[in-house]
């Protein structure tokens, strides 16, 4: 086994442990070494201005200078011995710090704050290029001998009774990634007696796999939709309640000074620029919770906004303000819904005044724990059937098996927001989620291609978005 792995041999079992010792005891003998080697260089310094006494002494012995001599030779050795034994020391410390950045990945025990720590000391020491590449390298060689064992133990069942053989392919599963999994256990899969593969959906897998769609074909249906002016005249059509906006783009400085609506960038997102005007002076920034009380504070925000690079550019647009109760100024809620062609997944709720907190539902109206945005939950209000049917519907309409549907919960019902193709933060859904939407998004795959293949046109998404961007005729 080469030594990029030999951390994995059980003859030279080392842990964590182990190594930190060794650093400390090679830190206190390069420490020790050093001032001996500084003590003895200023001895012998001594020793050479000894030399205008020996001249100004001529009848001291000559077995006196000899023996200074020799005394100055023998500090010399021993520096030089003492020197090699630093150097010795310094490549011991940095061969078990080198072993450290290795083994610390590999450390079941270690958690994301104390690997975070480590990697920034890495950072600091220069080395963090050095130390991606040993990192990428250890794992690769890592997932490689578990996938050979997973699967070689897996293959061992081939010939075994279907329980038998179906049990350990679902066991072996459990640790394989999409790609790793052996085509022999996948045509398990499509036997008469079939084993779940869950393991090959991942709704991060998928959604990486759209974005790379993407970047070979230049565009995406969905994609289309990020365009704010298409994706309100799409839902116009649709007879969609769309927010008042302005019919064109300011400079921060152009802004009209009025009450009644809501400040945002033209290419903003997460909250980031997004400015509740109730009055002049009364004004809240939605990213950083908080509240503003006058024009000028606003104004100096949105600079800070574009400096910070929240906002890209200075371009802003305005849309009346939507509140979700009118006689308490309550800002509207949001409501997000995943959905897959024709199936919402998973809701998102969130309100943000006074602060930032999350909801997430099912379909059955369950509350449920992600993994994602676990630490500022809230009991929301929820959604109702006919909400959840409506955001399907128009899914329906769009040639896509994923996009994010965002309303805002007004005091008279559910108003549009925004298209997203791709939510923030996706990969933070713990496994479970994961693999739950991502045989959603595989669904709606196959629907939408059934769809296709059975002459379904789309015409009111080609009819409201920019044709000439996709296939130059707004053919799908």
């Not at 650093?23 to 390069?30: D, F, H, P, S």
């Not at 991942?202 to 704010?228: A, C, V």
């Not at 939507?322 to 709720?349: H, M, N, R």
Request: hydrophobic residues 35%.
């Amino acid at each position: 086994m080469n030594n990029s792995n030999d951390y994995n041999n059980a003859d030279a079992p080392q842990t964590e442990e182990a190594l930190t010792k060794a650093l400390i005891e090679k830190e206190a003998q390069i420490a020790k070494t050093e001032k001996e080697i500084k003590t003895n260089k200023k001895e012998i310094k001594n020793i050479e201005k000894s030399n205008t006494w020996k001249y100004s002494e001529p009848v001291r012995k000559m077995n006196d200078l000899f023996a200074a001599g020799k005394r100055s030779t023998d500090q010399s050795q021993y520096i030089k011995q003492l020197e090699a034994e630093l150097e010795t020391a310094e490549k011991e410390r940095d061969q078990a710090k080198e072993r450290m950045h290795e083994l610390m990945l590999d450390d079941r025990k270690l958690n994301s704050q104390a690997l975070v720590k480590k990697i920034n000391e890495t950072k600091l020491d220069g080395g963090i290029i050095d130390f991606i590449d040993k990192t990428v390298k250890n794992k690769k060689q890592h997932d490689t001998n578990y996938r050979n064992a997973l699967s070689y133990a897996a293959r061992l069942y081939m010939n075994e009774e279907n329980d038998y053989k179906n049990m350990v392919y679902s066991k072996a599963l459990e640790g394989l990634k999409i790609e790793e999994i052996p085509e022999f256990m996948m045509r398990a899969g499509l036997s008469e007696d079939p084993i779940p593969l869950r393991q090959a959906a991942s709704f991060r897998g998928s959604l990486n796999m759209r974005i790379r769609q993407m970047q070979l074909t230049g565009t995406l249906p969905e994609w289309l939709l990020d365009d704010k002016q298409a994706a309100y005249q799409f839902m116009d059509h649709l007879g969609v309640r769309i927010p008042k906006i302005s019919k064109q783009t300011y400079r921060l400085e152009e802004i009209p000074r009025e009450g009644g609506i809501v400040i945002k960038p033209v290419d903003g997102a997460g909250g980031r620029g997004v400015y509740l005007v109730y009055s002049n002076n009364d004004i809240i920034d939605i990213k950083r919770s908080k509240k503003m009380h006058s024009w000028e504070e606003l104004i100096s925000s949105m600079k800070e906004d574009v400096l910070m690079g929240w906002v890209h550019h200075n371009e802003w647009f305005t849309e009346e303000l939507i509140l979700e109760d009118i006689q308490k100024k309550t800002p509207a809620s949001d409501i997000k819904f995943y959905c897959f062609y024709g199936k919402v997944g998973i809701i998102l709720e969130i309100t943000r005044v006074p602060e930032l907190r999350y909801c997430w539902w099912t379909i059955t109206g369950e509350r449920v724990r992600t993994g994602k945005y676990d630490e500022d939950l809230f009991k929301g209000q929820g959604v109702t059937q006919s909400e959840i049917e409506f955001a399907s519907d128009i899914s329906l309409k769009i040639p896509a098996p994923f996009i994010r549907i965002d309303f805002l919960r007004s005091e008279n019902g559910l108003i549009f927001g925004e298209f997203t193709p791709k939510p923030g933060n996706y990969d933070d859904f713990d496994e479970k989620t994961d693999k739950w939407l991502g045989d959603y998004f595989i669904e709606a795959q196959g629907r939408l291609s059934n769809d296709l293949l059975n002459g379904k046109d789309f015409s009111a998404f080609k009819q409201f978005t920019p044709r000439n961007k996709y296939n130059g005729d707004g053919s799908i």
